[in-house]
T-cell receptor
């Protein structure tokens, strides 16, 4: 079956670095997305990985290892506005390419 | 460029009633997907429409239905509402239908069933 696992909640300090992990079990992997969702707001697209390796985009980077069924989102130079939920979603053939979503990781940034 | 617009933002209904939610995608986007979001669970896929045709459907009962109009606007209908239907319903649009297309979400309709 399909399964996406993320930590429920993480806490980090302003200015620090945090890594949010996502593990998945699917058949026919076709890509992995990360979205950010502030409380009461719409999810917004952060990154997309389909090949192994690191994709860097400003303060945010996303890594994928298809053989391990593993991804992480790395946030550097944390700011208070980064307090949000971070959603991992996987596209696969066994879900007819529809996204399977993790429950999200709530990131709390402390001064 | 206007984002995805969902109406209404909030809705309170009672069990047994029906409800219709509306979604206007970003101009030029032809694919619209609907999701249900509840606390502690990931987004659950309801269905996707592209060019007025349902392309995919999630594992929800037949009480959940939808449609898409020629201008790409979409509606979702839930009949015979149950307490468990209380959730945030999100609509997302993308330029085309495809597994690698980033989705642009609306702010959602928060549905409460009493």
């Amino acid at each position: 079956g399909q399964n996406i696992d993320q930590p429920t909640e993480m806490t980090a300090t302003e200015g620090a670095i945090v890594q949010i992990n996502c593990t998945y079990q699917t058949s026919g992997f076709n890509g992995l997305f990360w979205y950010q969702q502030h409380a009461g707001e719409a999810p917004t697209f952060l990154s997309y990985n389909v090949l192994d390796g690191l994709e860097e985009k400003g303060r945010f980077s996303s890594f994928l290892s298809r053989s391990k069924g593993y991804s992480y989102l790395l946030l550097k130079e944390l700011q208070m506005k980064d307090s949000a939920s971070y959603l991992c979603a996987v596209s696969a053939t066994d879900s007819n390419y529809q996204l399977i979503w993790g429950a999200g990781t709530k990131l709390i940034i402390k001064p | 460029k206007a984002g995805v617009t969902q109406t209404p933002r909030y809705l309170i209904k009672t069990r047994g009633q029906q409800v219709t939610l509306s979604c206007s995608p970003i101009s030029g986007h032809r694919s619209v997907s609907w999701y249900q979001q509840t606390p502690g669970q990931g987004l659950q896929f309801l269905f996707e429409y592209f060019s007025e045709t349902q392309r995919n459907k999630g594992n929800f009962p037949g009480r959940f239905s939808g449609r898409q109009f020629s201008n790409s606007r979409s509606e979702m209908n839930v009949s015979t509402l149950e307490l468990g239907d209380s959730a945030l319903y999100l609509c997302a649009s993308s330029l085309i239908s495809g597994p690698n297309q980033p989705q642009h979400f609306g702010d959602g309709t928060r549905l409460s069933i009493l």
